[in-house]
């Protein structure tokens, strides 16, 4: 076992973790965070995504004590005194999500991508979002939303 300090979501937590457990094991099966799903065995859909340190990763190809010392971002972190992140919102209301097992993911990368580029084109959403796999939605009103959030409306 290997002790691990990990700041997730605001909160520090310090555990005792087997070396090779993953990540998105210790959000969801240590911490409860189930916010975080897994939705491959493959590191391919990106449902898992959270932000490690600045750096937006698939939580499911990262082991728990790589995080160590570090500060983790999940989804369940954005809303900020009650408010969704403009993010949620735009899912929210531009439909974006049909059964939402996509959709931490999702908004974690489009988070990402936000704040490189402020102001996405829809093909630039795409793009950002090729890592991320949703079986429900057709892509369309997801991309819409993060256009949205980005405040161009308009554009979408
Ligand atoms: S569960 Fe991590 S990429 Fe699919
Ligand atoms: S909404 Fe179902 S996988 Fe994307």
Wanted: glycine content about 10%.
């Amino acid at each position: 076992m290997t002790r691990i300090a990990v700041k997730v979501d605001g909160t520090t937590y310090e555990d005792e973790v087997e070396p090779r457990l993953l990540l998105v094991h210790y959000l969801r099966d240590r911490l409860g965070l189930t916010g975080t799903p897994i939705g491959c065995d493959t590191s391919n859909c990106g449902a898992c995504t959270v932000e490690l340190d600045g750096q937006t990763v698939k939580s499911c190809s990262v082991l728990a004590v790589q995080a160590d010392g570090g500060e983790v971002t999940t989804v369940q972190g954005l809303a900020e005194y009650g408010e969704w992140h403009p993010l949620q919102k735009a899912f929210h209301e531009r439909h974006a999500l049909q059964c939402g097992y996509c959709t931490p993911g999702m908004i974690m990368a489009a988070r990402d991508l936000l704040r490189e580029n402020p102001s996405p084109t829809s093909d630039e959403v795409r793009h950002a979002l090729e890592g991320n796999l949703c079986r429900c939605t057709g892509y369309q009103n997801i991309v819409r939303a993060v256009v949205a959030a980005s405040g161009q409306e308009a554009a979408s």
